[in-house]
């Protein structure tokens, strides 16, 4: 698994917020899931009803593990819509540029994937952008949403 940067166009998201402890979020997130999933029909314009994107907004991502409240957003792809679906909120993210790493398997790769990005970023000089989103994107073909 290596990281790797890339470049990421303007998105528009639509999905269902959830906020709590990192505890909390370990049944929220998944019970957020589930019912996106339940209510993708609800939603114009869906860009691949099999990709679905995990948004961690601005810094809550950089927090220290176990301080506070954290925002997770269970989120669709959409191409345009103004029509956003009750219970669900609509979310723009900026185009700019990403460190990514695949992974592929189950949570125990995370932290692999985790520290792989902390190597990437000290290797390159890079500093992490506080106020970007943290993002996560599944595709149903190699890992679902609702495993």
Not at 86 to 98: C, D, F, N, T, W
Request: with cysteine; glycine share 8%; charged share 25%.
């Amino acid at each position: 698994m290596s990281a790797e940067q890339v470049r990421m166009g303007v998105m528009k998201l639509i999905g269902i917020r959830t906020s709590g402890s990192r505890e909390e979020l370990a049944t929220r997130v998944p019970k957020a899931w589930r019912e996106l999933a339940s209510r993708l029909g609800e939603i114009e314009n869906v860009v691949d009803p099999g990709v679905f994107f995990g948004v961690v907004p601005e810094a809550d991502h950089h927090k220290l593990e176990g301080q506070g409240s954290y925002t997770y957003l269970c989120c669709a792809r959409v191409r345009s819509g103004r029509s956003v679906p009750k219970g669900m909120e609509s979310l723009i993210v900026p185009a700019q540029r990403y460190a990514q790493v695949t992974v592929r398997g189950g949570t125990a790769e995370l932290t692999k994937a985790t520290l792989e990005l902390a190597r990437f970023f000290a290797q390159n000089a890079v500093t992490p952008n506080k106020k970007a989103f943290g993002l996560e994107r599944f595709d149903e073909k190699r890992q679902s949403v609702l495993a």
